[in-house]
């Protein structure tokens, strides 16, 4: 089944944990890309990924890390250093033969306990 | 700076009452215009890619349009399920970010 699948959906952090956030996709698509969604607030950028073994900072990459290893993944790393990382994050992809339109994932709920 | 602006925030509907959505954005060199649907809970689902001013595309009960300064999408005779919060987005030439809008809240009540 093509697409793109994040994982978990729903996670729970200690505060002091770093937590990682999967995003896999088969679409064959070279960019990736995460977004934090906050109510009452537009997606904000984190990171984004044109080429694997490259990446580059978003609106708000502080507290945040990625690495792009291979096309097809993407992970996100909360760490400790993220104040207020309660939030819905949406990984999504995109490539320039698909007329620059992205396509997002299920998307995965974090929340500090 | 360069803003994504939608409205209205929230729109409540009866069944087949037609309305527009609206999303204005800054000029700076529009590379494409998109407009996405999202249910509570999910990922956005992705609508409709526009590239030039007095394009238009349909989809079923949707019509989005562009000019030089902003995108509407056209709600015809809504129904229930098309209840959900409508987002749009903007990618400007030489750069690969895209700017979101913080949506509608569309409500259409049976």
């Known amino acids: 089944d093509g697409g793109i699948t994040q994982s978990p959906k729903y996670l729970f952090r200690k505060e002091g944990q770093n937590v990682t956030l999967s995003c896999e996709q088969n679409?064959?698509?070279?960019?990736m890309y995460w977004y934090r969604q906050d109510p009452g607030q537009g997606l904000r950028l984190i990171y984004y990924?044109?080429?694997?073994?490259?990446?580059q900072k978003g609106d708000i990459a502080e507290g945040y890390s990625v690495s792009r290893e291979k096309k097809e993944s993407f992970p996100l790393t909360v760490t400790s250093a993220q104040k207020n990382p309660t939030a819905f994050y949406l990984c999504?992809?995109?490539?320039?033969?698909?007329?620059?339109?992205?396509?997002f994932g299920e998307g995965s709920w974090l929340t500090v306990v | 700076e360069d803003q994504v602006t939608q409205s209205p925030e929230a729109l409540r509907l009866q069944e087949g009452e037609s309305s527009s959505l609206n999303c204005s954005y800054t000029?700076?060199?529009?590379?494409?215009l998109f407009w996405y649907r999202q249910d509570p809970g999910k990922g956005p689902e992705f609508l409709f890619t526009l590239y030039s001013a007095g394009e238009e595309k349909e989809k079923e009960r949707l019509k989005a349009t562009l000019t030089k300064k902003e995108s509407f999408l056209h709600i015809t005779a809504p129904k229930p399920e098309d209840s959900a919060t409508y987002l749009c987005?903007?990618?400007?030439?030489?750069?690969?970010?895209?700017?979101f809008g913080t949506g509608t809240r569309l409500k259409v009540l049976a």
């Open positions: 679409l064959n698509h070279d960019a």
């Open positions: 990924s044109q080429i694997v073994n490259d990446f």
């Open positions: 999504a992809t995109g490539t320039s033969y698909s007329g620059n339109t992205i396509y």
């Open positions: 000029v700076s060199g529009l590379r494409g």
């Open positions: 987005a903007v990618q400007y030439s030489g750069t690969y970010k895209y700017i």
